[in-house]
Every structure is written in C-alpha cells, then in structure tokens.
C-alpha cells in the first residue's frame, strides 16, 4: 500500500516504483495538482487507486471506532506489520 498526499509527478514517479496489485491511498494534494496515474500501470500492474479524507471519517465515527482504529495500528507496528518508507521528489 502506498500513501500519497503529494499528487501530481510525485504520485506518478511513486507508483512506477509499486508492486503489481499495489493500493494507492490518496489523502492531500501538497502539490496542487491532480493524481497522475498512467493508464498502462492501472492495467498492467493493476494499481488500484482511491481517494481517503481522514477530517470526513474522523467527524463521522465515534470515539469506539476511532480508538478501535489506532489500536490496531499500534499493534501492526508492534508487529512490524507496517513500515514507513519516505520517498520524495524536489519540486
């Protein structure tokens, strides 16, 4: 899974670098510009790409949900099961 909250050339130098059946998870727009995904890439690596707004899900589930959410995350990098990899582009 790959987080974008560049869009633009970063989202598309990002995704040439992704794993077939990679999810994009876009959550901003620091560049202004839209999400460029090549066509080829959709199919050929099966990228699938979706748009997250964390203000949205944050205002619209309870407090349960939420803490449910941060838990599991704790304890996927607890595990190890998610890493962050950094990678950007000078604009």
């Given at each position: 899974?790959?987080?974008?909250?560049?869009?633009?050339?970063?989202?598309?130098?990002?995704?040439?670098?992704?794993?077939?059946?990679?999810?994009?998870?876009?959550?901003?727009?620091?560049?202004?510009?839209?999400?460029?995904?090549?066509?080829?890439?959709?199919?050929?690596?099966?990228?699938?790409?979706?748009?997250?707004?964390?203000?949205?899900?944050?205002?619209?589930?309870?407090?349960?949900?939420?803490?449910?959410?941060l838990?599991e995350?704790?304890?996927?990098?607890?595990r190890?099961?998610?890493?962050?990899?950094?990678?950007?582009?000078?604009?």
């Amino acid at each position: 899974m790959l987080l974008d909250c560049v869009g633009g050339q970063a989202t598309k130098d990002m995704v040439r670098l992704a794993s077939k059946g990679a999810q994009v998870v876009v959550y901003g727009s620091v560049a202004q510009e839209d999400v460029r995904v090549p066509p080829f890439l959709l199919v050929f690596k099966d990228i699938h790409v979706r748009g997250f707004w964390r203000t949205g899900w944050f205002n619209s589930s309870t407090l349960e949900e939420r803490t449910e959410f941060l838990d599991e995350l704790v304890r996927l990098i607890v595990r190890t099961k998610v890493t962050s990899h950094v990678w950007c582009r000078v604009f």
